[in-house]
């Protein structure tokens, strides 16, 4: 579904509504102000984002498939019914597959979001870690090259082993509300189950400019990942308080999609 201005418009002033409540009766960092640093560019990336990164994405992934496509026999003017699946995995009824889809995509999510702290990846991620007081907001603060490989380097291997993606849209308004969830100025621990589900404290630790959380918490939505492979961040009794990076990422939107452009020239001459 294609997102419109005034849905986009109305879903800004309902969560602005429901976080802003939120984050009153249980903030991470105490005194945040809503109108906070960093605040327009986030509002501007709240219209950007869906309207012309998760427009562009779709494209490129549709061009990453091509070569599974033709080794599958399938013409490209019959793509779509790529992402129908194929075999046993498809045959599965939808909501199974969507489970096991939402398991794997975590898990390739996981790598990915390691992936992208590192080497020429970092200079686009780094737009996504340059806010410098955190909430709902900064989720959607992100480089369209970072949204369209990511996506890529999740649908690609999903779509080979031949799954329906269609069973993605059960997950889809969840994944989207939990991602805003996860970068809200909230305290939320989920006190035992914070080893089993991500929560805001979880991920507020990920973004913190803090030595200790540098490089921790990469998982997504289950951070037995991060348990296994050494990464887990998440100390009892204590909140992250900085946040942003070290990097000269500019402020403003327009500054900060061109920045991992301008920064790659520099490292290479």
Known sequence: MTPTLQGIAIAFVILSVVFFVLQKIWPSVKGQKTLR????????????????????????????????????????????????????????PLWMQAIQIFVIGDFIGYWQHRWFHGGWRWNFHAIHHSSEELDWLSSVRLHPVNDIIARIVQ????????????????????????????????NWTYGPFRYVIASPAFHRWHHTSEAEGQDKNFAGFFPIWDLIFGTFYMPKGRQPEEFGTADPVPKGIIGQLIYPFRRRRSEVS
């Open 37 to 92: 640093r960093g605040f327009l560019t986030d509002v501007l990336y709240w219209g950007f984002t869906p309207l012309v990164t998760r427009v562009i994405t779709p494209v490129a992934v549709g061009i990453a498939l091509i070569p599974i496509a033709i080794a599958n026999g399938i013409e490209l003017k019959d793509l779509k019914t790529l992402a129908e699946g194929r075999g046993e995995l498809a045959a599965q």
């Open 155 to 186: 649908a690609v291997p999903i779509v080979a082993m031949g799954y329906n993606v269609g069973a993605v849209a059960l997950f889809t308004v969840f994944t989207t509300i939990y991602a805003i969830t996860l970068h809200a100025n909230l």
